[in-house]
């Protein structure tokens, strides 16, 4: 037989029942869908379709997939406003962060040449 849950906590004391509501709150933060993280920013499939350059219905199906190429969620995560950091954790060892994964460039930052950098170099080729 189930057993509701507002019997289940009725029993609990006042302050039990304020930190189970409140760590409740705290994990629902920590884990928003696709979704839900578009509307916090308060942005509408389409802006955020412009801002990726592909169609609403690309972003809509991005939020419905569960498996992404870290390059399509980093995309959309920047496209909210945000940075997608990926974390590993080992059991007795402190937290991993990976990089150069999902990014255009294999997780080399492109250094810009100022126009005076280009002008140089191109003053320092031999005339053909």
């Known amino acids: 037989m189930t057993i509701p849950y507002e019997e289940v906590f009725k029993e609990f004391s006042p302050e039990d029942q ?39 219905e690309g972003v809509s199906r991005i939020e419905k997939r569960t498996d992404l190429y870290i390059s399509t ?4 995560v920047e496209g909210v406003g945000g940075e997608l950091t990926l974390m590993v954790r080992f059991p007795d060892q402190p937290p991993v962060f990976l990089t150069g994964l999902g990014e255009q460039d294999g997780g080399k930052k492109a250094k810009k040449k100022s126009g005076a950098d280009a002008k140089s170099k191109a003053k320092s080729r031999p005339a053909a």
């Not at 696709?34 to 609403?56: F, P, V």
């Open 18 to 56: 304020s930190w189970i509501k409140q760590r409740a709150e705290e994990l629902k933060a920590e884990e928003l869908s696709l979704r839900e993280l578009r509307s916090l920013t308060k942005l509408t499939q389409a802006r955020l379709s412009n801002k990726l350059k592909i169609g609403q």
């Open 73 to 76: 969620l980093r995309g959309y």
